[in-house]
């Protein structure tokens, strides 16, 4: 090339890149540190596998991490700071009474029903989207695996409406409404945002032990390997929670693996076992 002018090319990003650049940018305000546990869950892998129908790992986590904060009312809460207007209110916890799972989809971008140009997405060609599921652990395996699968396969329009609007404000407007949305001590906000978030690449063969999050918890997982072994890693709000009960809530979780979720997979084996979904 030498001799040649390089010509480089400059798209704009859309909507829904500048939403994750906010998130980000939101998300650095929080302290978050991560935990880790070694679990041995090959004996659910093999209760999974034979479960009909088919349950993810996704359910399966976020209906055990929410049976676990039914307990710790700390991961049902979120870091309600002092506001300009009242300055003389000291930070404080906002408590849910119930957990909403925030759970990360990554979907294709030339399925969302809109025309996106050849050239966008060979840059981006997947999107990510955020599923609101209200208290997975009010419900059964396979209404959770149902909703997963609704989030994945359902109208982007129809499923992630609230988001597109985001994405579609102007950059200002949307800081603000994140901002007040991470922080405000409001019945809305849980619903809005959820009370803990759950981002895997298992599937993918990867783990994404740190990711961004301005929730005060975030779970995610690695693949499990042949011995059936599996890392679990819980990030945590150090505003809110420190090490000794993120630990005891990942020792917690996995005690309710093998418990009460063990025993739900157990009901639900098939005749034949069913192809693994992660």
Known sequence: MAGHQLRIVTRRLDGQRR????????????????????????????????????IG??????????????????????????RIVTPWRRPRWATSPISVASLALSRPR????????????????DAIWWARIREPDARSLPELQAAVLHHMT?????????????????GLL??????????????????RVGTFSLSTLAGEG??????????TSSLTYTPLDS?????????????????????????????VLHGPIAAELAALRGAAPAESVD
């Open 174 to 191: 949307r800081r603000l409404i994140l901002r007040w949305n991470a922080h405000a001590p409001s019945p809305k906000r849980a619903l």
């Open 110 to 125: 030339a399925s969302d029903g809109h025309t996106v140009p050849e050239a966008d997405l060979a840059l981006d060609p």
């Open 227 to 255: 011995q059936g072994r599996m890392t679990v890693t819980l990030l945590a709000d150090h505003r809110l929670l420190d090490g000794v009960p993120v630990a005891r809530a990942l020792a917690e979780l996995e005690a």
């Open 154 to 170: 359902a109208p982007v329009g129809e499923v992630f409406a609230r988001q597109l609007e985001l994405a579609m404000l102007p």
């Open 206 to 215: 990867c783990a994404n032990r740190m990711h961004p999050t301005f929730l």
């Open 19 to 54: 939403l994750v650049g906010d998130i980000v940018r939101l998300s650095h305000r929080v302290p978050i540190f991560p935990v880790d546990r070694v679990m041995q869950l090959g004996e659910l892998e093999a209760l999974r596998r034979a479960a009909v129908p088919r």
């Open 57 to 82: 790992w996704a359910a399966v986590f976020m209906k055990a991490y929410a049976l676990v904060a039914r307990e710790r009312p700390a991961l049902r809460s979120w870091f309600v700071p002092w």
